[in-house]
């Protein structure tokens, strides 16, 4: 079995085990007070295992079973009322047997009585290209005798999936569990169990719980600073060195997916990376909140605007949305743009010139499109020159200047079942709105009217003017004459109007009608949606973008047939799960991304 097989089956089943047994733990014995107490008494302050883990750790997460700031009286009622369910206490039964089963370890009898509050786990180094990893795992312990005897048990089990052979040794008055070839090495000191994937990690952990060594993670400027960023509120929280991740992948930089230039982005950005990404994670009434955070390292010249609220617009049955704000001035993205190559973002350099060929005689010289120099600035300006070839229309001019800098983009619940089966017979209603400046809504119609001449004279569709409610008609346009194509009746009419300072593209007449009855003060908003509501009462007030996700819409969707047909499972999942929202912001200080579940609609 390789190293990172080995790594996944020791670290994941011992961080999923200490979680689970100690959340177990905790709230079976919330009504006893002599061990909730010395639970209590075992707490300590966030991230307090950080000592134990060298300076140069790559990455670290840490997780509470008795959190602060009133977190423990919403843990308690959540669990409460999950255990009111048979089906979520069956599930827990059976893990239990599963477990028994795997591990010959009983988990009431052998794992609890033992668990600490605080569980830690880092990646110290990696290497790629050797494929090796250095990596501890720190349990709390608050019986070191039982905390031994599951030690034990857990070495035999180990040795049977892992064909390890495991040699004893002692360190500073404890007795270490190693095979090294088998990436594995284990101890119990004192208040902590120790898993590390080698003796040398595992003694440099033992070291520093036992006060022989204070040069740790804790004590690191970047640590204090990433710890200082997250909200005091968590009951858990996670750090990685963005820098120092960037060295170790560096070839294999292509498993991490381009984002936005200026946040967190592939080794592309390098020069434009984080020193630090930190999260935490809190719970809430009914709820949890999962925050990432790092700092702000550009605002790369943009001037963008405040994010209106979108639910007074949408609809209330809208089942998912997003919106951002953004700069709408191009010439701010010219300057951001021109400070990365192309090459850096394409898969390959050479892809440049296949671009080049694909666009012979396309651009107004007749020359080579792009040079092996360009930056994304050419490419947006090349973008731009094609669009106005092929369409008469200036975007910069025509399109962009008219625009205020908010967009949404919502999806209003449906039938999956009938889309699924008759996907354009059914259709969705999306509407996609931009904003647009004062003044911008005669220029932008103009540029619309274009748009619907193109679509008119080169695809076929004839536009018809409907009163929707807006100022002016919307223009629609009825796409059954594909209706052959398609294999049958087109449902979709997709049109769009421009009314009370937005610009509203809609896949259906209703959509746009919907909108623009909301825009005028009249229907039931998202607004207006208590479950709603209370997702957004967790999230920061300052974003530039906002999403919402009706998860709860997609379990009645599903049904009971999706999750196995067992009824009491899926009553769990109906009336557990409530809706999804996130937002994001940047400042001078921060780039902040956060993320709420309720949990228990009412």
């Known amino acids: 079995m390789s190293g990172w097989k080995i790594l996944g089956v020791a670290v994941a089943v011992i961080i999923v085990t200490a979680v689970a047994a100690g959340t177990l733990m905790y709230f079976r014995l919330v009504p006893i007070p002599g061990p909730l107490l010395a639970l209590l008494a075992g707490a300590r302050e966030p991230e307090y295992s950080a000592r134990f883990y060298p300076p140069d750790t790559m990455a670290y997460g840490w997780i509470t079973l008795v959190p602060g700031e ?130 040398t990690t595992l003694i440099s952990i033992l070291d520093r719980i ?80 999962v925050e990432m955070v790092s700092p702000t390292v550009s605002d790369l010249g943009l001037n963008v605007p405040d994010l209106a609220n979108p639910a007074a617009i949408l609809p209330q049955d809208t089942f998912g949305f997003m919106a951002a704000s953004f700069d709408p001035n191009v010439d701010n993205w010219r300057k951001v743009l021109s400070e990365y190559y192309l090459r850096d973002v394409l ?106 001449d193109l679509l008119t004279n080169f695809v076929g569709l004839m536009p018809e003017g409907i009163d929707v409610g807006a100022e002016n008609d919307a223009e629609v346009f009825d796409l059954n004459q594909f209706g052959d194509l398609a294999g049958g009746r087109i449902g979709y009419r997709p049109g769009y109007v421009l009314h009370d300072g937005y610009l509203t593209i809609g896949s259906t007449e ?19 949606d208590d479950e709603f509501n209370r997702a957004l009462s967790h999230l920061p007030p300052a974003r530039q973008f906002l999403g919402y996700i009706a998860v709860s819409r997609i379990v009645d969707q599903v049904g009971a047939d999706g999750f196995g047909n067992n009824a009491d499972r899926f009553q769990v999942i109906d009336e557990t799960l409530g809706v999804v929202a996130f937002s994001s912001e940047i400042d001078t200080d921060y780039s902040r991304t956060a993320t709420v579940l309720t949990l228990f609609p009412q």
């Open 70 to 199: 009133g977190q423990i009286a919403d843990m308690q009622d959540i669990w409460g009322r999950l255990n009111e369910y048979p089906g979520f206490e069956d599930f827990v039964e059976e893990a239990k047997i599963d477990f028994l089963d795997e591990t010959g370890i009983d988990f009431d009898e052998e794992v609890l009585p033992w668990v600490g509050p605080e569980i830690s786990g880092g990646v110290i180094d990696y290497d790629p290209g050797a494929e090796t990893i250095r990596a501890a795992v720190t349990v709390g312990v608050r019986d070191e005798d039982a905390a031994e005897i599951f030690l034990e048990k857990w070495i035999r089990y180990m040795e049977d999936q892992t064909n390890a052979d495991f040699k004893t040794h002692s360190h500073a008055g404890v007795t270490i569990f190693e095979d090294e070839s088998a990436y594995q090495a284990y101890s119990v000191s004192g208040d902590w169990l120790v898993y590390a994937t080698d003796t």
């Open 510 to 528: 209703d959509a746009l009608t919907t909108t623009v009855e909301l825009q005028n003060g009249g229907g039931d908003g998202l607004a207006s």
């Open 210 to 289: 036992n006060g022989d060594n204070e040069d740790s993670l804790a004590g690191t400027e970047i640590f204090a600073q990433a710890r200082a960023a997250l909200p005091e509120k968590r009951f858990h929280s996670g750090y990685v060195n963005y820098p120092a991740v960037l060295d170790a992948i560096g070839e294999e930089d292509q498993l991490f997916a381009p984002a936005i230039p200026g946040v967190i982005g592939p080794s592309a950005f390098a020069e434009h990376a984080p020193e630090w990404v930190a999260i935490s994670g809190s719970w809430v009434e009914r709820g949890l909140v």
């Open 347 to 452: 898969p390959d350099a050479a892809m440049i010139g296949e671009i080049n060929d694909s666009l012979v005689g396309m651009t107004p010289d007749g020359g080579p499109a792009l040079s092996a120099d360009a930056t994304l600035s050419d490419a947006l300006d090349l973008g731009f020159s094609l669009a106005e070839q092929f369409t008469g229309i200036d975007l910069e001019k025509d399109f962009f200047g008219h625009l205020d800098g908010n967009l949404i983009v919502g999806v209003r619940d449906f039938d999956f079942r009938g889309v699924a089966a008759d996907p354009t017979g059914n259709p969705v209603d999306v509407t996609v709105m931009l904003s647009y400046n004062q003044g911008g809504g005669e220029p932008l119609a103009d540029t619309m009217a274009d748009v619907a």
